[in-house]
């Protein structure tokens, strides 16, 4: 227990109101005041209540004022304007996120002890689902989700791959190194702090090692099939776990069919598609390095490279080019990068959706499956499904959705951060 903290009132928190009938008044109790010498972050009044909801967030907007004099990464108590105590968090004065939340318990104290617990009960909870029975590539720990905001672990094989996206999770990146060489003994964890959010966190940028020695090649075997991949310099941690269901899918789908793979990275859905025994797959990205991995991913499988056809291109050029050429295709996989990080994005986003669906869905015999997936933060899923609606109205087919379809489980969504469910597709089958 923090000496500093007493817990001087009874627990309640401040949401739960007492409704007084005879009188017909709703009584708000408020939430108790903890003692802590440390820095206290005040939210204006109204501005409790995402945070009475569990959202991990507080938006430099919504703040009142600030005493003491926090630096980036200090836990901040964040209070009501009466200085109820609401949660503890992250402070960071750079961000439009000023504070992320590490724990609504009033008598927790932000430790290593803290990060330690936080980090075994995210490795437990995949333990338990048993996650890593059909692969050894795993996200270890999903940010918010897992209760650790900014932080993003992805397993590959015997190395780990940490991301901090926010200023507690820089401030408790020793610990977390620790930890999880601890927890995990992996041969290296590396850190790939360089995405375009930590500058919008304030914080430098950073793609090196953080512990041990990163193996010369790396590989995973995920459902059986073997990809190699490049955690340095690939994209996000290397690869993208979050498909890997969707890519079993496409993959008992593939079957017979000639098969469009468009924004491929390293080849992730063309290799299931192959093994799915298509009769071909063209797999298209405008990343050379992605695809020069993606045909070795195909030779590591040892699958019939005659079967693959690979196109450095831009996909929006590339799909009008096929439409042109009057190629058609059985099976086609439309799985973008993020057009709309935030909702400000979405409408320009929506037209780009669009387009590719909708050429997408002109370039499929009848009867022809299109798995088309966003993995914008901005847009909703009813969103997604209206734009898709749209395309195949325009583009003058009768489709039907045939799976709902979003992250894998070591990806989970806490259902109150509704912004972890960023990924979400839609397997559609056009009529006949
Ligand atoms: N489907 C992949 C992940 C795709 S990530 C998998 O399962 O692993 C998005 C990919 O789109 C990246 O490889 C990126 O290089 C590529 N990309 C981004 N913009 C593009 C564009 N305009 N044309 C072609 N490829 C693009």
Redesign the pocket.
Known sequence: MNPKIHISQPRHTSHQRRKDNSRQQTTVIKSPVVPFSGPHLFVQDGREKSLQRRHPWVFSGAVERIEGAPASGDTVQVCDTQGGFLAWAAYNPQSQICARVWSWQAAEKIDADFIYRKISNALNARNQLKLNQHSNGMRLIHGESDGLPGLIVDQYADVLVAQLGSAGAERWRDTIADVLQGLCKPVCIYERSDSDGRELEGLPKRNEILRGKLPAELSIAENGIHIALDVAAG?KTG??LD?RDN?KLIGKLAEGRDVLNC????G??SLYALRGGAKSVLS????AE?LQLAQRNVELNGFDAARAEWQD????EALRKLRDQNRKFDLIVL???KFAPTAAFAEKAARAYKDINLLGLKLLRPGGILATFSCSGGISDDLFQKIIAGAALDAGVDAQIVHKVHAAADHPVLLSFPEGAYLKGLVLRVAG
Not at 263 to 266: E, G, M, Q, S, V
Not at 313 to 316: A, E, I, R, S, T
């Open positions: 994209q690869f993208y498909q890519r924004f491929c990275y390293t992730g859905f298209i990205d405008s990343s992605a291109k831009d996909v929006f799985d973008p990068p």
